[in-house]
């Protein structure tokens, strides 16, 4: 079994600029057999997705309107790292503007590419735990957010039951399962 080759970027035209990403009109070419083709990329800034978690071992979960499936979404705080922010200080903000907690010093979980077939970003999972209500919510302007404080294991369970749909949000999920597997006990 032959390794896949890696295709060489001939040429990149931005073709449609886009609110939260642009979409580039990228012609790439087989480095061997000569094959050609024009693919559409999205190019985003990375995202952060937090699993936090409270003092008394509660995680802090937000639902919201997903435009793209049209319904409600069980989701952990998270969103866009502004250019130049580290993303753990990204982090620590997403988590306090969506649910108004702080909490310990963040802590990587790893990250994952969002979707390598139409996007260049990555998505970085962090773990914020002892969170306590410290300040206000700030939501984004189309932003309306429920947030419910879960057990762990019903955070599994709503994770069981397709109410946790978002494939990010089941990555930063499983990350966490596997690095802090006590988080989950029962």
């Known amino acids: 079994m032959s390794v896949p080759a890696l295709w ?16 580039y009109k990228e012609h790439f ?3 061997t057999d000569g094959r050609e083709g024009d693919f559409y990329v999205a190019h985003a800034p ?10 008394d071992g509660k995680i802090i979960l937000v639902r ?15 969103g866009v790292i502004d250019e130049g922010e580290d993303f753990l200080r990204a982090a620590a903000r997403e988590t306090a503007e969506e649910t108004g907690f702080t909490g310990d010093a963040p802590v990587p979980l790893g990250s994952a590419a969002a979707n390598p077939a139409i996007f260049n970003n990555r998505c ?5 735990e002892n969170c306590v209500r410290t300040t206000e919510t700030h939501f984004d302007a189309n932003e309306e957010i429920e947030m419910k404080l879960a057990t762990p294991q019903e955070t599994l369970d709503i994770a ?7 494939a990010l949000m089941l990555a930063a999920l499983a990350k966490a399962v596997l690095l802090r597997p006590q988080l989950f006990a029962r």
């Open 124 to 128: 970085r999972f962090v773990l914020i």
């Open 8 to 23: 060489n970027l001939t040429q990149e035209n931005l073709h449609a600029p886009c609110v939260v990403f642009d979409v």
């Open 46 to 55: 990375d995202w952060v997705t937090v699993v936090p978690v409270t003092r």
């Open 64 to 78: 919201q309107f997903r435009f793209g499936i049209r319904r409600l979404s069980w989701e952990f705080p998270g």
């Open 29 to 31: 070419k087989h480095p």
């Open 160 to 166: 069981r039951r397709g109410e946790m749909e978002h």
